[in-house]
């Protein structure tokens, strides 16, 4: 009875999380902006020939035209970000391995951008970021209207992770 | 009395082989480095992938404080150092694995793994380091974290040869 109890609230959870209410969507940057944490939250703006990432108080822009690469993939990923990990780890007390339960539950596919930029200094710098599925077309698309660059163009989204 | 003889010689050789052997290796000395772009020549792995382990090795070597200066590939002014050396990368093998199957059977299952080759020249392109280096993530974790753990690796290498 117990166990079922408990399994309930955690699928619960689960579901809770992987559907969030509609909302701006949150970007997430992975890594390569200098002045922005690794794995904050935060929107992503082309305007004006500038690709702008906002979290917080803190912002990073980059001239659209020293993009000279644009790559977009699909990665499948666990959702929830930082709450769905604080309720994965929590629910591996759960008995007889009943929260892996959760592993199944919490999925999502995210894109992922990579931007490939040129600084002043000449160096080269790669950034990543996660978006909602489906977004990462549109941006790119929107960063080569505004003057970033492409080495090939990508015909198709190629899926890789199981 | 041979017998005698030949144990006595034997005992002299042993004795005498830890005097043979090599001195440690000197130190590497450099005030700067510079992170080439990582390269992935036929190996199929997705630019994420390429620009993380480039992006993370960048943050990892500041992180150690070995060098005065870290350059990103293509920097103007890594030119003016006269003791710079480089650090090149190349990809020599990718398996992408699932988080999802890392997290239901951990260690056995879904394991990411990158193997890449690290050398690092000076300035004439003299070959000054050479090692194979492999970075996984095995039980948590997104797969990009493979990434982490090599650059890691490699600063580890860096750090123990200068």
Do not use: C, W
């Amino acid at each position: 009875m117990k166990l079922t109890v408990l399994l309930s609230i955690l699928m619960g959870a689960g579901v809770a999380l992987a559907q969030q209410p509609d909302q701006p969507p949150n970007v997430r940057h992975v890594i390569g902006l200098e002045t922005i944490k690794r794995n904050a939250n935060g929107h992503l703006t082309i305007q004006n020939g500038i690709m702008q990432f906002t979290a917080k108080k803190l912002e990073a822009k980059v001239p659209a035209s020293s993009i000279e690469d644009v790559f977009v993939g699909t990665e499948m990923t666990q959702s929830g970000g930082t709450a769905g990990r604080v309720v994965k780890t929590a629910a591996m007390a759960a008995p007889f391995g009943s929260g892996k339960a959760l592993t199944l539950l919490m999925r999502t596919k995210v894109d992922i951008l990579t931007v490939v930029y040129r600084g002043a200094d000449g160096g080269v710098h790669g950034v990543i970021f996660s978006l909602p599925k489906g977004l990462a077309e549109t941006t790119r698309t929107q960063l080569v209207a505004a003057g970033a660059h492409m080495s090939a163009p990508q015909t198709e989204l190629k899926e890789r992770t199981k | 009395m041979k017998i005698a003889l030949g144990v006595t010689l034997m005992l002299a050789a042993a004795a005498a082989i830890p005097s043979q052997t090599p001195a440690p290796t000197p130190k590497l000395h450099a005030s700067a480095i510079q992170i080439d772009l990582v390269e992935v020549g036929d190996v199929s792995i997705p630019a994420e992938f390429r620009y993380a382990i480039y992006e993370r090795l960048i943050e990892q070597v500041r992180e150690s404080r070995k060098f005065e200066k870290v350059f990103r590939s293509g920097d103007k002014a890594a030119k003016n150092v006269p003791d710079l050396v480089t650090l090149h990368t190349s990809v020599e093998a990718f398996t992408e694995g699932s988080q999802m199957k890392r997290e239901l059977v951990p260690v056995a299952m879904g394991s990411t793994k990158v193997d890449v080759t690290t050398q690092v020249t000076d300035k004439d392109g003299k070959k000054l380091l050479d090692q194979k280096v492999a970075g996984k993530v095995r039980i948590f974790g997104e797969n990009l974290g493979a990434t982490n753990d090599l650059a890691k690796r490699i600063t580890k290498l860096l750090v123990a040869s200068f």
